[in-house]
T-cell receptor, first 114, second 115 residues
Framework: DVKVTQSSRYLVKRTGEKVFLECVQD?????MFWYRQDPGLGLRLIYF???????EKGDIPEGYSVSREKKERFSLILESASTNQTSMYLC?????????????FGPGTRLTVL | AQKVTQAQTEISVVEKEDVTLDCVYE???????LFWYKQPPSGELVFLIR??????QNEISGRYSWNFQKSTSSFNFTITASQVVDSAVYFC????????????FGQGTELSVKP
């Protein structure tokens, strides 16, 4: 079974803090994704990575950065957290092998910024 | 435009009722995948099914069945004899093959199954 893990299920941070959200997958998937989920807005793509050290902006990258130094790990960084970044953050990974193309999701991190 | 519409925001049924969740999509691509995911209260999105655009065969898995119709751009999901454990938010998603790997999600349908 594919396993995607996220470092925290719940996180509370203060405005202005630097926040790291970590995501690890154990299936040697090339692609990894970060989404945020908000009521009424659905899932929105923040950043994704095709492979190690590669990254692409998604639909709402402002206020975020990412890091992918190793294939299994994709980090989302909030340089200076703000209250409007309070949200549910979901990580996903995907292989690009023939017949696949399914994104598998982690359990999510509920981040509250006070 | 690439878009997924789940017109039903919330559905409430009583246990053992059958329920159908609607999904309509728009895409210019001829090659694409369609997905359904389940998000229980715990928050994790659980993959349920993937369908590619060349395979219009309906699929049944236990109490779950999916009806894919390209003529109406729909990929509907039916739960037969619903159970309380089916209560969740269900997302339909589109993966157009030439759009850089991005999934396009619908807004989700919240299903509540009452005992």
């Amino acid at each position: 079974d594919v396993k995607v893990t996220q470092s925290s299920r719940y996180l509370v941070k203060r405005t202005g803090e630097k926040v790291f959200l970590e995501c690890v997958q154990d299936m040697d998937h090339e692609n990894m994704f970060w989404y945020r989920q908000d009521p009424g807005l659905g899932l929105r793509l923040i950043y994704f990575s095709y492979d190690v050290k590669m990254k692409e902006k998604g639909d709402i990258p402002e206020g975020y950065s990412v890091s992918r130094e190793k294939k299994e790990r994709f980090s989302l960084i909030l340089e200076s957290a703000s209250t409007n970044q309070t949200s549910m953050y979901l990580c996903a990974s995907r292989t690009t092998g023939t017949g696949e193309d399914t994104q598998y999701f982690g359990p999510g991190t509920r981040l509250t910024v006070l | 435009a690439q878009k997924v519409t789940q017109a039903q925001t919330e559905i409430s049924v009583v246990e053992k009722e059958d329920v159908t969740l609607d999904c309509v999509y728009e895409t210019r691509d001829t090659t694409y995948y369609l997905f359904w995911y389940k998000q229980p209260p715990s928050g994790e999105l659980v993959f349920l099914i993937r369908r590619n655009s060349f395979d219009e065969q309906n699929e049944i898995s236990g109490r779950y069945s999916w009806n894919f119709q390209k003529s109406t751009s729909s990929f509907n999901f039916t739960i037969t004899a619903s159970q309380v454990v089916d209560s969740a938010v269900y997302f339909c998603a589109l993966f157009p093959y030439n759009q850089g790997g991005k999934l396009i999600f619908g807004q989700g349908t919240e299903l509540s199954v009452k005992p």
